[in-house]
């Protein structure tokens, strides 16, 4: 819920944008949740609410949710995430873009084992 602060009266004024900022609050909820259980609980009431929602962002948002559910929740079991795995892609697309002139695979992987992907996600 939007605090009344001097500076913040949006929500009287831009209702939609109000809406917004609940979903984010609630999304963010959903985060800091602690075990399955509460993060189950939290997911549902946010798909709820986007589900009375008539902003078309948020219909997209419930789309989203609803189709990525199993793999959000089951951050919940072992709170782990494939940001490990983005990192180390991330590095190797920014090597070929660097690299450019590698002909030869091999090449391109010494590149990236000596260091010149690995260098920032191994930190």
Same mark, same amino acid.
């Given at each position: 819920?939007?605090?009344?602060?001097?500076?913040?009266?949006?929500?009287?004024?831009?209702?939609?944008?109000?809406?917004?900022?609940?979903? +984010?609050?609630? &999304?963010? %909820? =959903?985060?800091?949740? *602690?075990?399955?259980?509460?993060? $189950?609980?939290?997911? /549902?009431?946010?798909?709820?609410?986007?589900?009375?929602?008539?902003?078309?962002?948020? +219909?997209?948002? &419930?789309? %989203? =949710?609803?189709?990525? *559910?199993?793999?959000?929740?089951? $951050?919940?079991?072992? /709170?782990?995430?494939?940001?490990?795995?983005?990192?180390?892609?991330?590095?190797?697309?920014?090597?070929?873009?660097?690299?450019?002139?590698?002909?030869?695979?091999?090449?391109?992987?010494?590149?990236?084992?000596?260091?010149?992907?690995?260098?920032?996600?191994?930190?």
């Amino acid at each position: 819920m939007i605090q009344e602060e001097p500076n913040l009266k949006i929500g009287k004024c831009k209702p939609e944008l109000d809406e917004l900022y609940r979903v +984010k609050e609630k &999304l963010h %909820t =959903l985060y800091r949740s *602690r075990g399955f259980l509460r993060a $189950y609980q939290s997911y /549902r009431k946010i798909i709820t609410s986007l589900e009375s929602s008539s902003v078309p962002k948020l +219909k997209t948002l &419930l789309k %989203t =949710l609803k189709k990525w *559910r199993d793999e959000i929740l089951n $951050y919940f079991t072992l /709170r782990v995430t494939n940001g490990v795995t983005e990192a180390i892609n991330g590095n190797a697309k920014a090597l070929q873009r660097r690299a450019r002139g590698y002909r030869q695979f091999k090449n391109y992987r010494l590149g990236f084992f000596t260091g010149e992907g690995v260098r920032q996600s191994v930190k």
